[in-house]
């Protein structure tokens, strides 16, 4: 199910993507697309700014706040508010952490050497993705998206929110300050 959500999402926004995002501490990336009735959302964020760290948990304390993470990101209620009128309901949620299947429990040395490199670059980043699926009975209602994870994930200081949707696209930051997007374009 994760590669239909993720590929249909890349499918329909890849014209407001041009690229991946370079890893950047305090700046996460959101790509909504409007196709139909579905509402597809793809978050991108630095580990860094959801934890605390970028690397294998070592303690119990850091799992936890991992797996904490982890459950927050897939509960997209608390994420994302959509306008009530638009009737969305969250079908398929896909996330894919680098630790997530990590046993606090290992030893540290052991814990680095079988995770340490599955963060798909050499530099030390690790990031999170994780996509969304929402059927919308009234599609035409989606004016706004009010983005909630400014809230819940402070380590997030900006956030790039690129979006297609049949009235254009846009591409804009948002900030704890400024945390409501827009998916009307104006024609």
Same mark, same amino acid.
């Given at each position: ?75 997209? @209620?608390?994420? #994302? ?5 638009? $009737?969305?309901? &969250?079908? +398929?949620? *896909?996330?894919?952490?680098? =630790? ?30 994780? @996509?969304?699926? #929402? ?5 035409? $209602?989606?004016? &706004?998206? +009010?983005? *909630?994870?400014?809230?819940? =994930? ?34």
């Amino acid at each position: 199910m994760r590669n239909k959500v993720i590929g249909l999402l890349l499918g329909v926004s890849g014209v407001v993507h041009a690229g991946p995002p370079a890893h950047e501490h305090g700046v996460a990336e959101l790509r909504i697309a409007l196709d139909g009735r579905s509402l597809l959302v793809e978050f991108e964020s630095p580990l860094d700014n959801l934890v605390g760290f970028e690397h294998a948990p070592r303690t119990i304390g850091q799992r936890k706040a991992l797996q904490e993470a982890e459950a927050r990101i897939g509960e997209p @209620a608390g994420l #994302f508010r959509l306008p009530q009128a638009a $009737a969305c309901v &969250a079908r +398929e949620v *896909e996330v894919a952490s680098p =630790f997530s299947d990590a046993d606090p429990d290992e030893g540290t040395h052991d814990h680095e050497h079988r995770y340490g490199h599955r963060e798909g670059d050499d530099s030390g980043h690790a990031d999170v993705h994780a @996509a969304y699926r #929402f059927e919308c009975a009234n599609p035409d $209602a989606l004016d &706004a998206v +009010e983005l *909630e994870l400014l809230r819940v =994930f402070p380590g997030i200081r900006s956030l790039r929110v690129h979006s297609a949707t049949p009235r254009g696209q846009s591409s804009l930051r948002f900030g704890p300050d400024r945390a409501r997007a827009p998916l009307r374009v104006a024609l």
